[in-house]
C-alpha cells in the first residue's frame, strides 16, 4: 500500500507524518508526557496551514457549505518580501483585500477573488464566472 503525508494541529502549527493510505489515525502523541496533535484534513486538503490552537477536532469547520474565505491563496501571492507591496497595490486599486504575512491574499468570496485578480492584471481560467 502506498503512503500519503498527513497533516495534524500541535501548539499552533501543522506537523506532517507519513502513513499508508486509509490506516492514519485521527490524533498523535507528540512527546513524553502525553500531548496530542490531531489530524487537520483541512491543511490535507488545501496544502497549507489555516487552523490555529484550539480547533483541532475541526468542529467549526463541518458542515461548510461554503469554501470562502479562501485563506490563504497561494497561487496569486507573492513572497514575503512583496506582502506589503501587494497590499498597498489593492489599497491604491481600491481592491479592499488581506494579505498573509507570507504575501497570500486571502478572498471572501468569488466575486472579491476575481475583482482582486482583475486588478492585477490576472484571470482564472477555470472559474465559472
Known amino acids: 500500500m502506498p503512503n500519503r503525508i498527513y497533516c495534524y494541529s500541535f501548539d499552533e502549527e501543522i506537523i506532517e507524518r507519513t502513513f499508508p493510505v486509509g490506516e492514519a489515525p485521527d490524533e498523535i502523541v507528540m512527546n513524553q508526557s502525553g500531548e496530542k496533535a490531531f489530524r487537520n484534513r483541512q491543511a490535507e486538503v488545501l496544502g497549507l496551514t489555516t487552523c490555529v490552537k ?7 469547520h463541518r458542515g461548510r457549505s461554503s469554501p470562502w474565505p479562501m485563506e490563504p491563496c497561494v497561487a496569486s501571492g507573492v513572497g514575503p518580501q512583496g506582502a506589503q507591496e501587494l497590499r498597498e497595490h489593492f489599497t491604491a ?37
Open 54 to 60: 484550539g480547533c483541532e477536532d475541526n468542529r467549526h
Open 93 to 129: 486599486q481600491g481592491v479592499s483585500t488581506e494579505v498573509s504575512k507570507d504575501g497570500e491574499p486571502i478572498y471572501t468570496s468569488a466575486a472579491h477573488r476575481k475583482k482582486a485578480l482583475k486588478c492585477r492584471g490576472m484571470f482564472d481560467r477555470n472559474s465559472y464566472s
